[in-house]
């Protein structure tokens, strides 16, 4: 009987939603990285038996975002205003562009240059039909601060934001096509 009652006590348990200090509703890590994992992908490319690039890519759709800014909350420890003030950010930062988080290794680090003018890789986004091209930009923050956000990011790669000039909205519902090429390697995923 003292089992059954102990069971189901940690069974009730586990189905309550977190809330922080500040009395915000917020994910668990373990339900975060739930939420993300199905957008997240990684790949790796060889030139015979050597590494050419290893990649893991996290798209930042809407339910995305949303899961990282409840993570935030619970990491942050923020009131209903900062939640509310980084949602109204977010939004209007994705209704004018999508995202695509990249952490990238090349055993060469000189072919690690995706945020430089001349870097030696085209980025691309097919969706409804159209392709576009991404810019991206080196990520300045700690590797915890990354990884508490994205847990596949080592520190052996560098971390990446891809923008592409297409509203999260219009890559939600759609089948997304990723492609980073170039001399080095070229590599694809694809995300339903």
């Not at 990285?33 to 890519?57: C, D």
């Not at 809407?62 to 409840?70: M, P, T």
């Not at 209903?80 to 695509?100: F, H, I």
């Not at 072919?111 to 980025?123: E, V």
Request: glycine share 4%.
């Amino acid at each position: 009987m003292k089992s059954i009652f102990f069971l189901s006590f940690i069974l009730m348990g586990c189905a309550t939603t977190p809330i922080n200090s500040n009395g915000v509703q917020v994910v668990s890590q373990t339900e975060y990285e739930n939420r993300i994992k199905p957008f997240s992908k990684n790949i790796e490319t060889y030139r015979g038996l050597v590494n050419t690039l290893h990649m893991n890519a996290t798209l930042l759709n809407s339910q995305v975002i949303d899961s990282q800014i409840l993570q935030k909350a619970r990491l942050y420890q923020w009131n209903a205003e900062q939640l509310q003030s980084e949602r109204d950010k977010q939004l209007q930062e994705a209704s004018q562009q999508t995202v695509v988080f990249v952490s990238l290794y090349t055993p060469d680090r000189k072919h690690d240059d995706l945020h430089k003018n001349k870097t030696l890789w085209k980025i691309f986004l097919d969706v409804q039909g159209r392709r576009l091209e991404g810019k991206a930009e080196k990520m300045k923050l700690l590797t915890n601060e990354i990884q508490a956000l994205y847990p596949d990011h080592t520190r052996f790669a560098t971390p990446y934001l891809v923008r592409f000039p297409v509203s999260t909205k219009d890559v939600d519902s759609q089948k997304v096509k990723f492609t980073i090429t170039g001399t080095v390697s070229s590599a694809t995923l694809e995300w339903q």
